[in-house]
């Protein structure tokens, strides 16, 4: 979508819809006089269906009242009660993006005081109705033919209210659209099925962001058993499509001598392996890849943003298939780190890749922080549904500046703990570390123990996106809207703004 800033009000910018906010009534709240103009147009429209209550403000209503100037049509967009937060007009453009869908609607213009209502900062509110728009209308088409059309452009009316605010509102809407750009990139690469997105596949696209300025290192089968990456290449011997380790750096800009080391899950299809799944929503382990794909668009954003921060992503890429080469239970590997895994259950792939690639990290940058991101376990799912990622880590400060990250942008993270029972848990008879342990308990808890031994002392943080890396249609309704069908590209934007707000935080 093309996002554009006006200094006039939105009536007066050419559109075939004009946005307004509604902030939701109290019990017997009179007719927003905000409004009067926009009521006058319709014939008093707009009053007479807020008296009969049909119209409220509440979260995520939408109507649709012609215009009887025959210039298009109002939509009033519920913002929900106050205090307006950023959530809420994100969602509120989300849902407004969807509602217009497939309706003829190309172009709307936003009365940007209606949203901001007196209450949130115009640059705030501005960022969100921008994500909640952009994201709101996604959808994956690329192997559709037919589809209804979204809305292809939007324009932000400041109006009297905001006019002098132009200058600051357009660099936050620029940055906005960067941020925004990387994230439907990552939409897109989580997306791709996994008879195309293989391996090498995501390495030639992380291999197209030399074109911003990263430097991009692919390291092939050959180089991982020089290496020593066991890990990457015991998970990866079962499919004809090898595996990869792929590394990319932002060299910084005013902080270059602070390094933040990201390091992204990516399995291009999880069977299972021996261990196999079951056949039921199997489909959906294409977006076991989506800690990977997070990992390249907050390089992509870092990148375009100019974060002022050393960034290294590390990619550990392979795909859990069955077949003759393929690991097994009772197998022992040996990864980067000289530390042995005991597998147990071929299924429990994500941490064994992982190990090589936060190890290797560590090593060969010494990152002031490590972070990783990961559709690691299906009990992620469970204890926090798919509107939430868990954090656990071994450093305090981390864990909670990446918590206040996700309250900035709403990519929502909850912090669990890391003990010595799971330390204990995780040690095996026969290697150093075992990949799963029975019976099954606290199983994000064990993954990021098992991690843990991977990342010494450095600071490091695990985040377990396996509930909001994407949307499921059947519980599509209790997602926010801003998270249509299929990959959310979750982490990129809260990767970003700790990347950019980091110096905050210190
Ligand atoms: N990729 C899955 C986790 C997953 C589940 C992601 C649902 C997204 C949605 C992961 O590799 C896996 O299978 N984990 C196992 C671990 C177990 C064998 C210890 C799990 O969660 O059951
Ligand atoms: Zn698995
Ligand atoms: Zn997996």
Known sequence: MKLLLDRREAIQVASDAVL???????????FPPALAAENKLVGGALERAWAAKEVRGKRREVTIVHRSDRAGRF???????????????????????????????????????????????????????AEGLTLGSYQYLQYKANNEPSVEEATLGLGRVHGSEEGSLKRALSESTKLLDAVLWTRDLANTPPNIATPAWLATQAESLTELGLKVAVFDEKKLLELGCGGILAVGSGSRHPPRMVVVEWPGGSRKGRTVAIVGKGITFDS???????????????????????????????AMLKAPTRVIGVLACAENLVGEGAYRPGDIVRTYSGKTIE????????????????????????????????????????????????????????????????????????????????????????????NSVEPKVAGVLIGGTFLEQFVGETPWAHLDIAGPAYARLGTLKYCPPYHPLGATAFGVRLLTEYLLGETAVQ
């Open 343 to 434: 597998v147990t259950n071929t299924d429990a792939e994500g941490r064994v890749v992982l190990s090589d690639a936060l190890a290797y990290a560590v090593d060969k940058y010494h990152p002031d922080e490590i972070i990783d991101i990961a559709t690691l376990t299906g009990a992620a799912l469970v204890a926090l549904g798919e509107n939430m990622a868990a954090v656990v880590g071994n450093n305090e400060r981390l864990e909670n500046a990446l918590v206040g990250s996700g309250l900035a942008t709403g990519e929502l993270l909850w912090r669990l703990p890391l003990t010595d029972t799971h330390r204990e848990m995780v040690r095996s008879d026969v290697a150093d570390v075992k």
């Open 272 to 302: 299972g392996g021996i261990s196999i799944k079951p056949a039921l929503g199997m489909q959906e382990m294409k977006f076991d890849k989506a800690g990977a794909c997070a990992v390249l668009g907050t390089l992509r954003a870092a």
């Open 20 to 30: 307004l906010g509604l902030v939701e009534a109290g019990k017997d709240s009179s």
């Open 75 to 129: 939509v009033l967009v519920g913002l929900g009660p106050r205090p307006l937060t950023a959530d809420a007009l994100r969602v509120a453009g989300a849902e407004a993006a969807k509602r217009l869908r497939g309706k003829g609607i190309r172009t709307v213009s936003v009365a940007l005081p209606t949203f901001t209502a007196g209450e949130v900062p115009a640059a705030v509110a501005v960022q969100a109705i």
